[in-house]
Nanobody, 118 residues
């Protein structure tokens, strides 16, 4: 299984970015059977959970500091998951990771850097 993030970059405070996670290799169990999440890790800090979307996209959950600014979505036909980030703040600067989980199995992407700075 491979998860490849893209869409990171440098953005000014108040700006927006859309992260994407392209997945492949879900052979034993389909992509749609995995809950998908985004995590992030800022320099010198532990990795923290950002958002999760259920298998069919009907349920979403967000960390408190992201509610109202971030939107997670998935496309089970394309095996992708996205994170729309609006009103970005300097404290959102981090490496963002895509994560897949199904029961006892989980997979991580390599991460994409998001830097919010003027």
């Amino acid at each position: 299984v491979q998860l490849v993030e893209s869409g990171g970059g440098l953005v000014q405070p108040g700006g927006s970015l859309r992260l994407s996670c392209a997945t492949s290799g879900f052979t034993l169990f389909a992509f749609s059977s995995y809950a998908m999440s985004w995590y992030r890790q800022a320099p010198g800090k532990e990795r923290e959970w950002v958002a999760t979307i259920g298998r069919f996209g009907l349920s979403t959950d967000y960390a408190d500091s992201m509610k109202g600014r971030f939107t997670i979505s998935r496309d089970n036909a394309k095996n992708t998951v996205s994170l729309q980030m609006n009103n970005l703040k300097p404290e959102d600067t981090a490496v963002y990771y895509c994560h897949a989980r199904r029961m006892g199995n989980e997979y991580w992407g390599q991460g994409t850097q998001v830097t919010v700075s003027s």
